[in-house]
C-alpha cells in the first residue's frame, strides 16, 4: 500500500526530534504573543518560550489545558489570529456547558487536508475509491474533515451525511461505495439492516470500513469485518486539537500512526498529571504543532491509551497509540464495565435518527447490579404502534449490549416524563444502594 506523504511519514526519528522542537518553539511563541490566556498563564510561571524551551520535554513545564478552558473562552478568546484570517469555524458537542470553538485559517485546512489524506490513504484508501461519508456534516469536525481528506487523494466522495439508513444501503448498492466511512456501531446498524432487507453483502462493491468517533473493541472489528466482508481500520481526532486526521490505523491494524510532525503527544496519569513512559495506559495529552488559527498546549483529550513505540511493519516511523480504552472523565461503572452515557446517546441517536431525551439508571436487586436506560419517544410511537415499540427496544438493548458489554433494560417512556432537574436531565442515576 502507498504511503501518501513518505518524506515525513517515514521520517527519522533525530529529524522529527529536531522539527517537533523548531515547530513547538513557534507554536509557543505564537500563544504567548497573541493569546491572552497563554501569556497569562506562561507569565505566572515565568516560562518565556524563547528563552525557557531547550529541548521538548520542557513542555513538562507547562500547564495543561482542559476543555473547561476552551468552553470558557467562548467563542474566539483563544484564537491566536485575527477572525478575517480565519475561513472556518467548527465547534465540538458540548460536554461541557458551551461548546469550544475552533477555527482554521486557509494553511490549516490545507494541512487538515493532508494529515486526513494521510490516514485514510494508511487505511486503503486511493484515487479509485467510492468512499460514502456517514458523519455528521455540520458544525463537528468529522464529516467535512474527511471530506476534504478523501478529495485531497481524489477518490469519489460520496457526502451521505448521517442516518437515514435505507437509502445509505440504497446508495451503497448503486452508487458502488468501496470504502465506508462510519462509526464502529453504525457500521452494524447497517449490517442488521443489510441482513433484513436479504441483500448479499458479498456483492457489494464494499472493501474498507474506516471507522472512529467511539470506543470499540477487538470483537467489533471483527465483527464489522466479518459481516460487511471488509478490511476495518481505527482512526482518531477530536474537534478541540483539529478533527479527524490526527491518528489512524495502517493495514497492520495494530494502533494509529500519529501525525507527529504536527501534533506532540504525550500520556499523563490522569490523577497526578505525571507524564507516563511509552507501554503505560493513560490519558492522552496533545499539543498542536502547526495550526495557526486554533493551537493548543497540552490539551487533555479524556481519552485513555497508550503510545506504542516498537516501529511498526508498514514502514512509518510514527508513533503509534493503541485504540482508546476509555474516558476519564463522566464515566460510571456497572457490573464492572465502564459506561460513558453520553456514548450510550450516541448509539441510540444513530438507530432513531435523532438524540432523544434519555437516562441511564443503574439499580440493585438480590447483589445483582442493573442498568435501565429510559428513552422518551414521540406520543405516536407510544400509545399506537405496540410492535415499533417491541422492535425499538430489542435493536437498542441489543445494540448498546454490543458495546458495553452487559444486556441493558430499554424502557421507552412518555415525552416528557424522565425528571428534569433546572430544566435538564441528569443522564446518570445511581439507585444502587451506598454500602
Ligand atoms: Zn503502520
Same mark, same amino acid.
Given at each position: ?177 468501496? #470504502? %465506508? ?6 457500521? /452494524? +446498524? ?5 441482513? !433484513?432487507?436479504?441483500?448479499? $453483502? ?72 505525571? #507524564? %507516563? ?6 490519558? /492522552? +495529552? ?5 495550526? !495557526?488559527?486554533?493551537?493548543? $498546549? ?89 410492535? !415499533? ?47
Amino acid at each position: 500500500m502507498p504511503i501518501w506523504d513518505k518524506k515525513h511519514e517515514c521520517i527519522s526519528r533525530d529529524i522529527l526530534d529536531q522539527l517537533q522542537l523548531e515547530r513547538l518553539q513557534a507554536t509557543l511563541n505564537r500563544v504567548y504573543k497573541n493569546v491572552a490566556f497563554y501569556k497569562k498563564r506562561f507569565d505566572a510561571l515565568g516560562f518565556f518560550p524563547e528563552e525557557d524551551l531547550e529541548n521538548l520535554s520542557d513542555i513538562q513545564k507547562l500547564p495543561f489545558t482542559t476543555r473547561k478552558d476552551l468552553s470558557d473562552s467562548y467563542p474566539y478568546e483563544m484564537f491566536a489570529v485575527p477572525l478575517r484570517e480565519v475561513v472556518r469555524v467548527h465547534s465540538s458537542s458540548g460536554t461541557t456547558e458551551k461548546p469550544s470553538v475552533v477555527g482554521y485559517t486557509r494553511l490549516d485546512l490545507k494541512i487538515w487536508s493532508e494529515l486526513v489524506a494521510r490516514v485514510l490513504s494508511a487505511a486503503g484508501v486511493t484515487t479509485d475509491d467510492v468512499i460514502q461519508v456517514t458523519f455528521h456534516y455540520g458544525l463537528l469536525t468529522g464529516g467535512l474533515g474527511i471530506h476534504y481528506g478523501a478529495e485531497r487523494i481524489g477518490a469519489s466522495v460520496l457526502p451521505t451525511s448521517v442516518g437515514r439508513t435505507d437509502r445509505q444501503i440504497r446508495i451503497m448498492q448503486d452508487y458502488r461505495t468501496t #470504502v %465506508l466511512v462510519s462509526t464502529p456501531s453504525y457500521a /452494524l +446498524v447497517i449490517a442488521d439492516r443489510l441482513e !433484513e432487507m436479504s441483500v448479499d $453483502i458479498k456483492r457489494l462493491n464494499l472493501k474498507y470500513a474506516i471507522c472512529a468517533g467511539e470506543p470499540w473493541s477487538e470483537e467489533t472489528r471483527k465483527e464489522i469485518e466479518d459481516r460487511l466482508y471488509v478490511r476495518a481500520t481505527d482512526n482518531y481526532g477530536l474537534s478541540e486539537v483539529m478533527g479527524p486526521g490526527i491518528a489512524g490505523e495502517c493495514l497492520e491494524q495494530s494502533g494509529m500512526h500519529i501525525n507527529e510532525d504536527h501534533f506532540l503527544a504525550e500520556i499523563i496519569n490522569p490523577d497526578t498529571g505525571e #507524564v %507516563l513512559p511509552p507501554g503505560e495506559t493513560g490519558e /492522552l +495529552v496533545l499539543t498542536t504543532l502547526t495550526k !495557526e488559527a486554533f493551537p493548543v $498546549i497540552r490539551f487533555r483529550t479524556g481519552d485513555l491509551c497508550y503510545i506504542i513505540e516498537e516501529p511498526c511493519p508498514c514502514g512509518r516511523t510514527f508513533r503509534r497509540i493503541s485504540r482508546i480504552q476509555g474516558r476519564c472523565d463522566d464515566i460510571v461503572i456497572i457490573k464492572g464495565t465502564n459506561i460513558i452515557p453520553e456514548r450510550i446517546g450516541d448509539i441510540i441517536a444513530e438507530i432513531e435518527g435523532i438524540r432523544p431525551v434519555y437516562q441511564l439508571v443503574a439499580t440493585r436487586h438480590n447483589h445483582h447490579d442493573e442498568l435501565e436506560i429510559w428513552v422518551e419517544v414521540s406520543e405516536d410511537l407510544f400509545f399506537d404502534k405496540m410492535r !415499533e415499540q417491541r422492535a425499538l427496544v430489542d435493536t437498542m438493548e441489543r445494540r448498546i449490549a454490543n458495546f458495553i458489554g452487559m444486556t441493558p433494560r430499554v424502557k421507552l417512556v412518555e415525552p416528557g416524563s424522565i425528571k428534569r432537574v433546572n430544566g435538564k436531565v441528569q443522564l446518570f442515576v445511581d439507585m444502587r444502594p451506598k454500602k
